[in-house]
């Protein structure tokens, strides 16, 4: 097995008293697609938020390629290589579906301070924010707002602006959230396609996409590990079984 | 050329043959204007294209002006480029060291914090002998304009300095406008609408509100130097927080990040206060009764109203 | 010796005076999320209250219980009229509007006693001095002044901690969405607690009428103080701001002892320290 690119250990994070994530260890690997399951509060988004350094720890380690980044602001464990979604859909609403992507691919140029061109012509932001674009499925149209995407596309837009980014690392959040039957088999087809080539964590719900996915898949409850392991171990968890798959929480 | 440049470029005309009515006066007036405009393009910058609302502007404002008055010998003059450089650069300077303390707090603690540190300058120039004092200072002799020999202007010729401000306000609209469209600009645009997802996109945040900052300092600085060099005299007065209040005002008022809002907010709002002060000595009751109704029943301000009137004519608003 | 009890003395007095001011001033940011510019003003006409007041009746002590009466209608008055239509508005409309109060309170001042600066004469009870030390005397009415302040921050106190309002205070202060969810009337809470604060303002303007004199702009001036005091303290927090102000009060009064020309800048000065080491205020809760 390949050394892990993103690696966090005994990652915590108090909210006054109480431990939202507790103790928490799971690594990434390039070409892998590990999933992240839990019932509601479970702690998923915190740990994705204290991965990404939207949060920061109350104790434990993060680990980019072998570096410390725990206590990196979010932007610069961005310019390391990871990207990430979120939970509920967080675009530019007033910009272009095109100017998104193109201002996402934009913060990996040096020119990104430049105060004398004209944006919109930039070569070489244009052209990775169409391959994202491209990628995610949303070539046609990118002249419309943003804000007046439907939900799915919408969806599909916040997945290109983290690809505009070209991370290593993708942690997604619930990327299936309220899309329709067509539009969630795009995705799928989408996420299949980056795992060969990403490491990405995905937080989902839709346990037919997740177990069709994944290559591993890390159970949580109550902000802690509870089982960890490819998706027939999960499925023959006795502990799983009875803590989550047992409450019908689809 | 787009239908949209229409009106402003009528505007300029116009203003551009303004002093051939040989109405001293107003040419003064409308001089002083055009020196507020700048004011407060440089403060939309931050209120309107950044999201930072910034109640201490005139801090800078006054620092540019301070800067010619102290440069200026008593009996001589002082030089126009070298002195508007140094103003500028002094305004930025400041305006980066009070950002590199503002920027740690945002909302209505940036409100708040704002204020009072150009109150802090206030003192300094209020308080010590740094600048005379509450009496203020004046520049006895109007800089000197000249290059290499040749003279191009003279600051105690009102028309000529109408033309020099005028000339300064293109400037710095079509430097704006372009900074607005650069990267530079556009990661501005994407803090102001989601300064979260713009770090997490890989955006040092802090560093490009700290630019744009000092920046919208250096530009005010500019609008300072303007002002001394026009009225040749300068008091603490002008970096009062009246002074940012009422800039502030111009450019919500004129419609913030809108290209033409904060000049059309100078006009207006400098327009008004001649039309009201002659008719009653409280105008200002009526000012502010009038921004309260505004704020109550017409929440976006003049420049929204506008867009709303010609979306009606036209059919259909220009996105901004 | 003496003089430096004195300066502690005065550090005191000024610092009590502003924990009046500011403390209504950041329950109204904490609770409302509200920035309101005009806060400064209540402070102004609780003073020019007791100037118009104190003359037409003759004792000061009638004038500020009268005064305090009217400013409470005041701000039950204005939280209807206009604040509860910006609670949900951003900032800057708050700003204009709150802006837009001031030209207006400054201009009816104005127009109703004139642009002169007015004595207050002291209560005749509290004209004297007492002795300190062997040299030195202290005005009681400062004293006095103190004493009153301090008496209302333990009835801050007492409200804040022990009765239902409180309570309300305690949960809006730390979250905003909290006070609904405790299934209270919100606007009530809001209504009472702007009231509080314009009280508190206009007490404070009244209580040092005697000391600062009466003129123009004085509302101004403490409302960015106010501010300062605000930043210091933590927005929302009552006893965020008790600490400010004492600071403040120290800051500016032995900055005029030891580097007088420079006195109106060391409160600025303490502020900028506190943003370098606790941008989001001594009390604030993280």
Redesign the interface.
């Known amino acids: 097995m390949s050394d892990p690119i993103l690696e966090a250990a005994g990652l915590t994070r108090r909210f006054g008293g109480l431990a939202a994530c507790d103790g928490v260890a799971i690594a990434l690997r390039r070409g892998e697609l590990h999933a992240l399951l839990g019932p509601n509060g479970a702690g998923k988004s915190t740990l994705i938020n204290l991965l990404s350094g939207d949060l920061k720890p109350t104790s434990g380690s993060i680990r980019m390629k072998g570096e410390e980044i725990a206590q990196l602001p979010p932007e610069r464990r961005s310019l390391r290589g990871i990207g990430r979604s979120y939970q509920k859909t967080n675009i530019f609403g007033g910009f272009t579906v095109f100017e998104n992507a193109r201002l996402a691919a934009q913060s990996r140029d040096p020119r990104s301070w430049a105060i004398g061109s004209d944006a919109g012509r930039d070569p070489v932001s244009r052209e990775r924010a169409q391959r994202a674009l491209g990628l995610a499925g949303l070539d046609a149209g990118t002249e419309r707002k943003a804000g007046a995407l439907s939900h799915g596309e919408q969806r599909q837009l916040e997945i290109a602006m983290v690809l505009a980014t070209e991370p290593e690392v993708l942690l997604l959040d619930e990327p299936l959230a309220g899309m329709g039957a067509e539009e969630s088999a795009r995705m799928v087809a989408l996420l299949k396609r980056l795992a060969g080539t990403h490491a990405i964590l995905l937080v989902e719900h839709d346990m037919d996409a997740v177990f069709a996915l994944a290559d591993r898949i890390t159970v949580m409850v109550n902000g802690q590990v509870l089982e960890s392991g490819p998706p027939a171990q999960i499925r023959a968890s006795e502990r799983v079984q009875r803590a989550y798959l047992g409450h019908g929480d689809g | 050329m787009p239908r949209r440049h229409l009106a402003p470029l009528a505007a300029l005309l116009l203003v551009a043959l303004f002093p051939l009515s040989g109405a001293t006066f107003y040419v003064e007036l409308t001089t002083k204007i055009m020196i507020m405009a700048i004011f407060a393009l440089s403060l939309d910058l931050l209120v309107g294209w950044t999201g930072l609302v910034s109640f201490g502007h005139a801090a800078y404002f006054g620092v540019g002006a301070y800067t010619l008055a102290l440069l200026s010998p008593k009996a001589a003059a002082a030089g126009m480029w070298s002195s508007l450089a140094l103003a500028i650069a002094v305004a930025a300077v400041c305006a980066l060291v009070v950002g590199i303390f503002v920027l740690r707090t945002r909302g209505i603690y940036f409100i708040m914090v704002t204020l009072a540190f150009a109150q802090m300058f206030y003192f300094v120039f209020h308080d010590t002998d740094v600048g005379g004092g509450s009496d203020g200072r004046y520049v006895n002799v109007k800089p000197d304009a000249s290059i290499l020999g040749f003279t191009p202007f003279d600051f105690d010729r009102p028309v000529h300095v109408y033309y020099v401000v005028l000339a300064m306000l293109v400037l710095v609209f079509l430097f704006l406008q372009r900074v607005l469209r650069s990267p530079f600009g556009r990661a501005l645009s994407g803090i102001r609408a989601n300064e979260q997802r713009m770090r997490a996109l890989g955006f040092p945040v802090m560093a490009y509100k700290l630019a744009a900052f000092t920046l919208a300092g250096g530009l005010a600085g500019l609008a300072g130097w303007l002002l001394a060099a026009q009225s040749g005299f300068v008091n603490p007065e002008i970096l009062s927080w009246h002074q940012s209040g009422n800039v502030l005002l111009m450019v919500i008022l004129g419609g913030a990040g809108t290209p033409y809002g904060p000049i059309a907010g100078a006009f207006a709002l400098t327009l008004l206060h001649e039309l009201f002060s002659t008719l009653t000595t409280h105008w200002q009751l009526w000012l502010g009764i009038s921004i309260v109704l505004i704020v109550l029943f017409m929440p976006g301000g003049l420049g929204h109203l506008v867009r709303r009137v010609r979306a009606s004519l036209f059919g259909g608003g220009r996105d901004v | 010796m003496s003089v430096f009890a004195i300066q502690l003395l005065n550090a005191l007095q000024y610092g009590l005076l502003l924990f009046l001011v500011a403390s209504g001033l950041t329950l109204i940011?904490g609770i409302m999320?509200i920035?309101n510019?005009a806060h400064g003003s209540f402070y102004m006409i609780g003073a020019y209250m007791a100037f118009a007041l104190s003359t037409l009746t003759g004792s000061l002590a009638v004038a500020m219980v009268l005064g305090v009466a009217l400013s409470v209608v005041l701000g039950l008055f204005l939280e209807w009229a206009?604040f509860s239509?910006?609670y949900r508005?951003d900032?800057?409309?708050q700003?204009?509007?709150t802006?837009?109060?001031?030209?207006?309170f400054?201009?009816?001042r104005?127009?109703a006693v004139g642009n002169d600066v007015h004595g207050v004469p002291v209560p005749s009870a509290f004209g004297g001095s007492i002795a300190l030390g062997d040299t030195m005397t202290y005005p009681v009415y400062r004293l006095v002044m103190s004493v009153v302040c301090l008496a209302i921050a333990a009835g801050m106190y007492l409200l804040i901690q022990r009765t239902r309002l409180g309570m309300m205070i305690r949960a809006g202060a730390s979250n905003r969405e909290m006070v609904g969810v405790l299934g209270v009337n919100v606007n009530l809470v809001f209504r009472l607690v702007f009231a509080l604060g314009v009280a508190l303002a206009a007490f404070a303007g009244m209580l040092a009428a005697p000391v600062s004199s009466v003129y123009p702009g004085m509302g101004?001036q403490v409302l960015?103080i106010c501010?300062?005091v605000?930043?210091i303290g933590g927005?929302g927090s009552v006893w965020g701001a008790l600490a400010a102000s004492l600071l403040i009060g120290l800051a500016d009064t032995f900055g005029k002892v030891f580097f007088p020309?420079?006195?109106?800048?060391a409160v600025?000065?303490l502020?900028?320290a506190i943003?370098?080491w606790r941008?989001e205020g001594l009390f604030r809760r993280a």
């Not at chain 3, 020309?261 to 800048?265: C, L």
């Open positions: 940011f999320g920035i510019l206009l239509h910006l508005r900032h800057l409309e700003v204009l509007l802006y837009g109060l001031i030209l207006i400054e201009e009816l104005s127009l101004q960015i501010f300062v605000v930043v927005i020309d420079y006195a109106g800048i600025y000065l502020m900028a943003l370098l941008p």
